[in-house]
């Protein structure tokens, strides 16, 4: 069953360029919103990202990674933008998450992204935590991936650069706008709890920018080293750690876990997803997750069972269920038990066995298959039992349900 939703969305950033993101939900509705900035030159769909986003998603928190101007499906150029610009760009990310879902409580940033949600988070109120993977503590740092063309970048004011087998093109104003920047003071001023994750053997950023980063900042701070992760978080395991230690570390400033978190044994609660038309998401105790929803021909999504289908489901299980128990309780020789079950609606008169004489009635159709060296005896036997499951008992015996509304 699929853990989450991810959708394409748009925004409009300050200069007017639509920027494409991917906003990565899970299936109930999410506990806190994140934002995830990308590295230098990379894209929402870096591996990192896609990865650590889905991690996210399965703890409950939604995120939205977008492509900065001139980068990916991003409308602009890129030799127009620069540092700050980045920062811009965050912002507007944020004012959209807030605008159209809620805004963004966690703010994560890889690489030089790192650096841009490190000045963007006094921008971004609502962020109450900020990570960073394999961040620049100086974001002229960045020159270094074209060092080679400095010169030709400030004598001719532009040149066009190879990064990770492609060419952009680098205008002077961006070597002069990272220059002009003070992230040490931005993250000593940061009001906000600090995660720094930096592998020892990063060869893009060396560890000793963590080192100025987390000196810089107040508490609550954290620094995890990622042992032998690469820059870009190649690995799937190093970025499945990622996620999931970022998610254990954001929990205590997040808001508290929903109602689902709190039900008691044998209690149900489903709750609408967002997701769809009539998409539900069903919490069982405190322990099971299901999707609930309807055929896409009377307009669902079709993204999970009928709630007719979990009723014959249930019904289905609990008659293997009883089968199998009698079964070897009396010690009879059954291999396997599978029922085959379907609903209908049929006209009265066409049940000889049923009470009512007009109209319609339900009709569930449940057939069992046994396999084993079994006597008919044994066989027609098990074939009884199927008939005192605890839920074919409830569904012919009166039922009282109650309906109140919530305080």
Known sequence: MAIGKSEKV????????????????????????????????????IFAAARVAQGLVQNGIAVLRFDFTGLGSSEGEFENTNFSSNVDDLVAAA???QENYAAPDL??????????VLVAAKHIPSAKAVATIGAPADPDHVKENFSLSLDTIKEEGIASVCLAGRPFTIKKQFLEDIASQNLEKDVTALSKALLVFHSPL???VGIENAATLFTAAKHPKSFITLDEADHLLS??????????????????????????????EGEVLVNENELGKFAQI????????????????????????TPYGFLLSGLGA?????????????????QHVSVKLNHAKIHAHDCEAC?????KIDRIERVVTLKGDLTEEERQKLLEIADKCPVHRTLHSEVDITTALSA
């Open 107 to 116: 703010l994560i940033g890889h690489s030089l992204g790192g650096a841009a």
């Open 95 to 97: 004012e959209f998450l």
């Open 355 to 359: 009470e009512t004489a007009s109209g």
């Open 235 to 264: 690995r799937r395991q190093d970025a499945i750690f990622v996620a999931d230690t970022l998610t254990a570390w954001v929990n205590r400033y997040l808001p508290s876990l929903d109602e689902k978190h709190q039900l008691a």
């Open 282 to 305: 069903i919490s069982v105790s405190d322990t099971h997750t299901l999707l609930a929803d309807e055929p896409k021909s009377i307009g669902g999504d079709d993204s999970g069972p």
């Open 10 to 45: 748009s925004f409009t950033n300050l200069r007017g360029d639509v920027l494409a993101a991917r906003l990565d939900r899970p299936l109930s509705r999410p506990r806190a919103y994140a934002l995830f900035a990308h590295c230098f030159t990379c894209s929402k769909d």
């Open 318 to 334: 609990c008659t293997t269920m009883t089968i199998r128990m009698y079964a070897d309780r009396k010690k009879i020789p059954l």
């Open 202 to 204: 990063d060869q893009t």
